[in-house]
C-alpha cells in the first residue's frame, strides 16, 4: 500500500550554513519550518572562533527569525565554534559553561568555504584543546579532506581517514566525533567500524546524486559541493548506512547557501542551497531505498542521542503531493537557486 502521509519526530539538522545579514534573513526561515534545532557552522568572514561571537551570532539568527515573523522559540540554534591553530583550551571552557556552545569545528585550511583561517597541523597546534574538548565532552565536527594539492580530489575524504582521523582517535580515543557530510564508501565502513564515540552526518545531495549530475546537459554548478559528489558505488553505500537503523548516522543538510552569480562564475563557489527542501529530498532518497520506516530515527533520533540533548516532542509531517522546486528565491539584493530547481518531488512538508 502506497503512503499518502508520513508524521515523524520534528527532526534536526546537525550541519547547516546560515551566513549572516540578508543572507541569513533569506534563508533561516526555511529551516526554521522544518527543523526544531540545527547545528549551526561557524564559517563567517570573519570566522566564530570565541564563545563571545558565538553568542551574538546566535542572538542575530533569532533576530533574523523574529524579523521573518517566526517565533523565536520554533527553532533553537546550536552553535559551534571555528578551531585554528590558536585557540585556546579555556575558550573551550567558556564554550562548555555558555550552554548555547555545543561543538568545536574542524576545517583543514583551505578545504572549503570561508576555511583559510582553519587547522594547519591538527595534532602538533591543537593537542591540548583536544584534550580539553575530551574532557568535557565537547564534540569535534570534523570536515574531512585533506588539501595536499597531489591528492585527487575524488581520493581526500579517503586519504583524510589514513592520513588524520586514525591518528586523532588513537590519541584521544574518548573525544566525541562527528564525521561532517562523508561521501564515501570508505568513510562509511570507518564510522560503521570503529570503536569509540564516532558518527556521521549524510546530506540530501550525497543520498540523491552521483558525480554525473555534474555533467547532465552541460556542467551544472548547483550540484557543486564539498566534498565533491562520488561515483555511483559510493551514493549506494551511504543510502545503506543511513538507511539502515545504525545510530552513528544521522541527518547534516550541510545547505549552504550562494547567491546565483556566485554559483555561475568562472570559480563557481562550493555548496548546495537544500534548507528549502530537505526533509522533501531525505523523503524521497528514503522512499526510493524502500525504507521510509527508516527517516524518523535518521532524521530525529540519532542525532540527540549522539549529542547527548533530548529528543523533540513535536512532529512533522511530510505529505505525498508533487512538490516543484522554484527555479530561484529571493537572497538579500541577489536571489538563489536550490539544490535541483525546477524540477519536481514526490514528498513536500506539510503547511
Known sequence: ??????TITRPDDWHLHLRDGEALEAVVGHSARQFARAIVMPNLKPPVTTTE??????????????????????FTPLMTLYLTDNTDPEEILRARDSGAVHAVKLY?????????AGVT???????????????????????????????DVFDREKVFIDRVMMPLRRAFPALKVVFEHITTADAAQYVRDAEGPIAATITPQHLLYNRNALFQGGMRPHWYCLPVLKRETHRQALVEVATSGNPRFFLGTDSAPHARGLKEHACGCA??????????????????????????????????????????????????EAFSIPDELPFGQQT???????????????T
Open 53 to 74: 561571537q558565538a553568542l551574538a551570532y546566535r542572538e542575530r539568527i533569532l533576530a533574523a527569525l523574529r524579523k521573518g515573523g517566526a517565533q523565536a522559540s520554533s
Open 121 to 151: 597541523d591538527l595534532l602538533g597546534r591543537c593537542a591540548r584543546v583536544l584534550e580539553t574538548m575530551e574532557k568535557v565532552g565537547m564534540p569535534l565536527l570534523a570536515h574531512g579532506e585533506v588539501t595536499d594539492p597531489a591528492i
Open 108 to 116: 583543514p585550511a583551505g578545504a572549503t568555504t570561508n576555511s583559510d
Open 1 to 6: 500500500m502506497t503512503i499518502s502521509t508520513l
Open 271 to 320: 555548496g548546495c542551497f537544500t534548507g528549502l527542501h530537505a526533509m522533501a529530498l531525505y523523503a524521497t532518497a528514503f522512499e526510493a531505498a524502500g525504507k521510509l520506516d527508516a527517516l524518523e530515527a535518521f532524521a530525529s533520533f540519532h542525532g540527540p542521542d549522539f549529542y547527548g540533548l533530548p529528543r523533540n516532542t513535536g512532529t512533522l509531517r511530510l505529505e505525498r
Open 336 to 350: 538563489i537557486v536550490p539544490l535541483a530547481g525546477g524540477e519536481t518531488l514526490p514528498w513536500r512538508v506539510s
